[in-house]
């Protein structure tokens, strides 16, 4: 009488060593999602680290270039034109 309204939860009894087996079968899923999920994850940082090295060199070039043509060709502009 006093459990009326509450809500019971169900309790399963397992064997300790099915327990043991089902837990190291879990782990193994784990730790290859983990490798998986690494992998890809490596695989975007180098590219996104590819593309970001790709464009400051573009833009360190670009300075370089720019840098050159204003100190060197300075007072002679009509070289350059």
Known sequence: MANE????????????????????????????IEFYSGEKFLRAGKSVGR????HYGLCAGLIIVLAYILFIYAGHWTRVI
């Open 5 to 32: 309204g509450r809500e019971t939860v169900p309790v399963a009894v397992v064997d300790k060593d099915q327990f043991n087996e089902i837990m190291a079968r879990l782990d193994k899923i784990d730790e290859k």
């Open 51 to 54: 593309d970001l090295g790709i």
